[in-house]
């Protein structure tokens, strides 16, 4: 999902939580979130960049489970030319979960 995309939901939901406030008169509950609205893009920011460690971070999981995956298959390998394919797909399996984990660590 884009960062606009993401700005977009926030306030949507927002606005409807403001609606929803309206209707129901509370005026304490109104003025909180007219003030977080007033903070919009900092909440925005903090949304978008959650979202991107989370998609990291699945990311992340998802290369470690194929790799234990690929490594199952090595160990249940009887052909040599097999096994070498493999390695190199856990190879740059491991790399990918590098630049991963270096972009994790710059969040």
């Known amino acids: 999902m884009k ?21 129901m008169e509370d005026e304490a509950w109104q003025s909180e979130l007219l003030e977080t609205m007033r903070n919009m893009p900092s909440h925005i920011d903090e949304t978008v960049k959650t979202y991107y460690v989370q998609q990291l971070r699945q990311r992340f999981e998802s290369i470690h489970f194929e790799m234990q995956r690929l490594y199952l298959r090595i160990q249940q390998s009887q052909n ?5 394919s493999l390695k190199k797909l856990i190879w740059d399996l491991k790399m990918q979960r590098m630049r991963i984990a270096k972009q994790l660590k710059a969040v």
Not at 80 to 84: C, Y
């Open 3 to 23: 960062p606009s995309e993401l700005a977009q939901l926030w306030i949507d939901d927002y606005l409807d939580l403001l609606n929803m406030a309206i209707r």
């Open 80 to 84: 040599l030319q097999e096994e070498l």
